[in-house]
């Protein structure tokens, strides 16, 4: 028998005034805390609430409520810093990337061009892993996604205009 179909038969069981109600709550309590089934456990307690003589029933089922509740509170920040860690890894090899088509492109030129497309790569680089913290933080991860994406060929194309000049030969 499911839970749904224990709650169901507790709540019959409750509003025929039989004696086996209170043990058909308790099972069910207990199968719905291993399934960590919150709402099964809200329908629950308000059919326990309409029994005369629950006994410490409703306490126990809001106790698992409660248990519940914080378990779901500490697995969340764990799933949203692994899919941070996640963008900013392929926001490095969007950063690596970045770097060695500009060498490519380029041939590095005068040292000091190489060193300022380092810096412009760096501080827009740096720039974009701001945005994805940002968007992570405010809750908004499936967009931090695509940063690195929509990121990578505007800013090199501003670096690559910036250090050689648009008509400049290279």
Do not use: C
Request: proline content about 3%; hydrophobic content about 50%; glycine content about 6%.
């Amino acid at each position: 028998m499911d839970s749904n179909a224990l709650i169901r038969l507790a709540d019959q069981e409750a509003a025929d005034g039989s004696r086996s109600a209170e043990k058909t709550l308790e099972r069910a309590r207990g199968r719905l805390l291993r399934e960590q089934d919150s709402d099964g456990l809200k329908r629950l307690l308000q059919v326990a609430d309409r029994l005369d003589d629950a006994g410490d029933l409703p306490y126990a089922i809001r106790q698992n409520l409660k248990l519940l509740s914080r378990q779901q509170h500490r697995a969340a920040p764990r799933r949203r810093v692994r899919e941070l860690v996640l963008v900013l890894i392929l926001h490095a090899f969007g950063a690596l990337t970045w770097l060695a088509f500009m060498a490519f492109a380029a041939d590095a030129g005068t040292p000091r061009q190489a060193y300022a497309t380092l810096a412009i790569g760096a501080g827009t680089w740096l720039v974009a892993a701001l945005i994805v913290a940002w968007l992570w933080r405010s809750g908004r991860s499936r967009f931090a996604l695509a940063v690195p994406f929509v990121w990578w060929f505007p800013s090199w194309i501003l670096a690559f205009a910036i250090v050689y000049g648009l008509n400049g030969s290279v």
